[in-house]
T-cell receptor, first 114, second 111 residues
Framework: DTGVSQNPRHKITKRGQNVTFRCDPI?????LYWYRQTLGQGPEFLTY????????KSRLLSDRFSAERPKGSFSTLEIQRTEQGDSAMYLC????????????FGPGTRLTVL | AQSVSQHNHHVILSEAASLELGCNYS??????LFWYVQYPGQHLQLLLK??????LVKGIKGFEAEFIKSKFSFNLRKPSVQWSDTAEYFC?????????FGAGTILRVKS
């Protein structure tokens, strides 16, 4: 068990560019979550997957955001036409699901949009 | 919508002092409750969790939390803090397939 991993750890981009982040969950974890965290706030839910199915998306996830989890393993989060307001830490978590669902977090990807 | 309130954003304590961090949530039904900790330069780590049963739960590194249903609270406690407890602490409730977090409390322990 190597924990949840995320790449890249840091991303600096210019406004209007597209970026893609990757998350590798703990093996055999069925659920995968994406959260966003800005300075002085707790993480905020963006979306989650049960295996390869994306079951819920937050209203925070505008049309410029898309997430995938092909084959129910790793996941990618893409932001198109980035804006300065997208600057944040993007966190991934995974869990086995069920009534005692416990999420384990990765180190996050810090996005800076110039 | 579910919300979580953490009463103090910054707490400064001397080593060996006792710690209590407040956490209140708004949902009145059955809840699963968590405390996560983020040490400087590290990622969020699970400190402890409550699902059911004994309302006093014990976590890692000597932390404990008490679930009081009538007060919608899940306060975190430690009898004697150490310099290494300097970190940011987040309370969270699992609600409709997601964690809802409080804004966090930054704890600084002076040696």
């Amino acid at each position: 068990d190597t924990g949840v991993s995320q790449n890249p750890r840091h991303k600096i981009t210019k406004r209007g560019q597209n970026v893609t982040f990757r998350c590798d969950p703990i093996s055999e974890h069925n659920r995968l979550y994406w959260y966003r965290q800005t300075l002085g706030q707790g993480p905020e839910f963006l979306t989650y997957f049960q295996n390869e199915a994306q079951l819920e998306k937050s209203r925070l996830l505008s049309d410029r955001f898309s997430a995938e989890r092909p084959k129910g393993s790793f996941s990618t989060l893409e932001i198109q036409r980035t804006e300065q307001g997208d600057s944040a830490m993007y966190l991934c978590a995974s869990s086995v699901g069920g009534e005692t669902d416990t999420q384990y977090f990765g180190p996050g990807t810090r996005l800076t949009v110039l | 919508a579910q919300s979580v309130s953490q009463h103090n954003h910054h707490v400064i304590l001397s080593e060996a002092a006792s710690l209590e961090l407040g956490c209140n949530y708004s949902y009145g039904g059955t809840v699963n409750l968590f405390w996560y900790v983020q040490y400087p330069g590290q990622h969020l780590q699970l400190l402890l969790k409550y699902f059911s049963g004994d309302p006093l739960v014990k976590g890692i590194k000597g932390f404990e939390a008490e679930f009081i249903k009538s007060k919608f609270s899940f306060n975190l406690r430690k009898p004697s803090v150490q310099w290494s407890d300097t970190a940011e602490y987040f309370c969270a409730v699992f609600f409709t397939n997601k964690l809802v977090f409080g804004a966090g409390t930054i704890l600084r322990v002076k040696s």
